[in-house]
């Protein structure tokens, strides 16, 4: 079947996931949302324990690592909403989709997260300078560490694993905050040890400090990335070689010129003209415009690609 432009094609009803999920196919769409839901999941039963687990014990690594978990529910409740917005297929009044939503999530987060650090390392140095009592009730500490460790390790793998199917940014920078989080029960940990059994009693704000500037570094190129794609920046050099190769792979089509790309969350938009010989008849030029379509939107996955194809004389 000849249709024009087969990117106005996906009107196809009902609504399946499928069609939700920018061009992602159904079973990918599938293992978003399921990441998205075992992170609230995992996240709200941290948050409770390392709660109770921070009264108890008055820790100050604690209480960070609490407060990574209170932004980690908020960001993954944002994030499931974000990811349920960005699926949304493109109505009349987003022709292009919704997936602008992933980066704004994801800039939103960063912001997020910058603010609760600062807060955290002041608190610990004021504690530094002003050395705290050994901390209470160790063992309780000790066990809630390591069933975060054990949770948030299993959780981390399977983003791992969807995060590789579907390049999702958001589900991306959800990943990074529990990576930080197996990091954060490890260093709870320290704290508990070095401070009640080790004597050292500096240990648990120190901890808390060194965790906090892991965070920031690991969230400063998630922000980036999505301001940039808000800003429209053209795609990263390698992945617009990838374009270019596939162009030249094809021997019927003699030049190119005013290649434009961006990124909107994960989805990308690629317009290019191309030159072809000018005494093809309407259906062999339509087959190669097509072709390179498909081949483009093939390599990266759920693009959005304009093709405008100018006669060239040979």
Request: glycine content about 4%; aromatic content about 8%; charged content about 20%.
């Amino acid at each position: 079947m000849q249709h024009a432009h087969h990117h106005h094609g996906h009107n196809h009803a009902p609504i399946d996931i499928a069609a939700a999920t920018a061009g992602l196919p159904a079973h990918l769409a599938r293992l978003m949302h399921l990441a998205s839901y075992a992170s609230v999941a995992v996240a709200t039963v941290l948050l409770l324990a390392k709660l109770f687990a921070w009264w108890r014990t008055d820790s100050l690594a604690m209480l960070s690592s609490f407060t990574d978990s209170v932004f980690d529910v908020l960001m993954s409740i944002v994030n499931m909403m974000a990811v349920r917005y960005a699926l949304k297929p493109a109505d009349d009044d987003h022709r292009f989709g919704h997936t602008s939503i992933e980066d704004i999530a994801g800039l939103a987060q960063c912001a997020f997260i910058f603010a609760a650090m600062a807060m955290i390392i002041l608190q610990s140095a004021e504690r530094l300078s002003n050395p705290h009592i050994v901390l209470s009730n160790p063992e309780l500490g000790i066990g809630v560490s390591v069933l975060g460790m054990v949770l948030t390790t299993a959780l981390v793998l399977f983003q791992t694993y969807v995060t590789r199917r579907t390049k999702s940014l958001v589900i991306a920078a959800d990943r990074m905050h529990y990576v930080g989080d197996i990091l954060f029960n490890l260093g709870v940990l320290a704290a508990f040890v070095l401070s009640s059994w080790g004597g050292i009693i500096w240990a648990d704000a120190a901890i808390a400090i060194v965790i906090a500037v892991l965070v920031l570094r690991a969230t400063w190129p998630l922000g980036v990335r999505a301001f940039n794609n808000l800003m429209d920046r053209e795609m990263p050099d390698d992945e617009k070689k990838t374009i270019l190769d596939i162009i030249d792979a094809m021997p019927e089509i003699k030049g190119y010129h005013n290649l434009k790309t961006r990124y909107s969350g994960a989805k990308a938009f690629v317009q290019l003209h191309i030159d072809i010989d000018a005494n093809l008849n309407f259906r062999e030029a339509h087959a190669i415009v097509d072709r390179l379509e498909k081949t483009i939107e093939h390599t990266f996955a759920g693009a959005d690609v304009i093709i405008h194809p100018d006669p060239r004389e040979v």
